[in-house]
């Protein structure tokens, strides 16, 4: 499962901390970093503070927008230490691995971490399935960029080699609890849709609601909003994309018959 999770650092202001992240997830066998304009890579401070790690700073990617770097990806989880007005799906640091080995096998992951100020914005915390929450002192919870991707890499780590095959061979407690789970998942028959894919879909969708009248493109509201939680708490494959996309092709010719 760590071959497909990528960790996605949002506009990250400090090489430092960029080289320092790098570190964390080798550590933890986890290689896939993308980076969202880095005010500063390639850079010195991040190679020396990768040690090891150069090699992870070789392969990154660098995108220019959080969508472009998580296009392909068919499910997203963004750290997030506050509430919002519209809840999310919040899943704490020690659950995230469990959530992510529910994804077919074929899926790609990715986990977004803010700027060291700011955090993510509404919009891109919207992008994801579930946000991740580090539970902290309420004295102070501020954890560094670094350290942030350490814990959660450390989680992920650990949940792998508890979960080993050769580990459950051995112990007939973790088949048990695989099994047990199974019903509940979510039956995969068609490849998930990807983040790309999924947007389309909701950018096809707000263009027919407004054209309807549904929605004031001048005072949305929250409606879109919520349609599109709605719509990614079900994790979409892509044949119901198509469906989806199809009936609101067909919604259109209507309304622009009746025109």
């Not at 959530?99 to 074929?106: I, V």
């Not at 599109?228 to 892509?238: G, I, K, S, T």
Request: glycine share 6%.
């Amino acid at each position: 499962m760590l071959d497909r999770i990528r960790i996605v650092l949002v506009e990250p202001r400090h090489p430092g901390n960029i080289g320092s992240a790098a570190r964390a997830m080798k550590t933890m066998g986890i290689e896939q970093l993308v980076l969202v304009n880095p005010a500063r890579f390639p850079d010195p401070q991040a190679d020396w503070r990768a040690a090891g790690a150069i090699d992870v700073l070789d392969r990154a990617l660098v995108a220019d927008s959080v969508a472009a770097a998580v296009a392909d990806c068919h499910f997203l989880v963004g750290t997030s230490t506050r509430s919002r007005h519209i809840p999310w799906p919040v899943v704490l640091a020690k659950d995230i691995a469990s959530c992510l080995a529910e994804q077919p096998d074929t899926s790609s992951m990715a986990i977004l971490f803010g700027r060291e100020d700011s955090g993510l914005t509404n919009d891109e915390l919207q992008l994801c399935h579930c946000h991740l929450q580090i539970p902290s002192s309420p004295v102070y919870g501020s954890l560094n960029l670094a350290m942030a991707v350490q814990v959660v890499c450390y989680e992920l780590f650990q949940y792998g080699e508890a979960n080993a095959p050769e580990l459950q061979a051995d112990t007939g407690e973790a088949l048990d609890v695989k099994s047990a789970t199974e019903v509940a998942r979510r039956i995969w028959d068609r490849p998930p849709a990807t983040q790309q894919q999924f947007e389309a879909m909701v950018d096809h969708l707000q263009r027919t609601l407004e054209k309807s009248g549904f929605i004031d493109p001048e005072t949305p509201g929250h409606t879109l909003t919520r349609l599109r939680r709605l719509l990614a708490r079900h994790q979409l494959d892509e044949t119901e994309v198509q469906i989806l996309r199809g009936v609101l092709k067909h919604l259109n010719l209507r309304l622009d018959g009746d025109a």
